[in-house]
């Protein structure tokens, strides 16, 4: 077995050294996805189609490695974020970004976390009382729909694929809502450091 230190260099090298090397990458992201993805959005989750699809990212990207982490850790970014993004696709794809278009039963759930006092709760509370209030009244049509999309944890291509359009559209479209929920939460009186110590 290849040493983790040594693992890009056995992968860039050839014969069986690199077949060696590639069937370890595949064993720790098969372990790792397996474990760090299971039941994520509640659903089962089959590691082996996306190591595949990881792999194939990793060795046409060993160009992009500069070695500021273990190569095994970088790769396992890679297959990761391809893993949450196919579990995100197949979590909303019977969704419709319509859901998001109205005011009926919408509404931003963040999590607070059980420790906090019940003054920053308050505070919390009344801080996403007010972004809701700006996201109704102070985005257009199309920014609020895809804002409300994001936070309710749709991938950006999935946004994109519903609005027929493409994925530097949506980041802008998401841009420009977020200055415009910035700028009122500023007029509201509502700081950064206000939102941070609402949740710690």
Do not use: C
């Amino acid at each position: 077995m290849v040493k983790d230190e040594e693992l890009f260099a056995a992968i860039q090298s050839n014969g069986p050294r690199q077949d060696e090397a590639i069937a370890q990458l595949r064993n720790i992201l098969l372990r790792g996805l397996s474990q760090s993805l299971n039941n994520r959005y509640g659903q089962p989750f089959q590691a082996e189609d996306i190591v595949q699809d990881a792999l194939i990212r990793i060795l046409s990207s060993l160009d992009q490695f500069q070695g500021r982490s273990k190569f095994s850790t970088w790769a396992m970014t890679i297959a990761t974020r391809i893993g949450i993004a196919s579990l995100r696709r197949k979590y909303h794809q019977d969704v419709s970004l319509e859901a998001f278009r109205n005011d009926d039963g919408y509404s931003i759930q963040i999590a607070i976390d059980g420790d906090v006092s019940s003054s920053s709760a308050d505070t919390s509370d009344d801080i996403l009382q007010t972004l809701q209030q700006l996201i109704d009244t102070e985005l257009s049509d199309k920014q609020r729909m895809a804002i409300r999309a994001f936070l309710s944890d749709f991938s950006t291509d999935g946004i994109a694929e519903q609005m027929g359009s493409n994925r530097n559209a949506v980041y802008k479209l998401i841009h420009d809502a977020r200055i415009k929920l910035k700028e009122g939460l500023m007029r509201a009186g509502v700081s950064a450091e206000d939102i941070y110590s609402a949740h710690t």
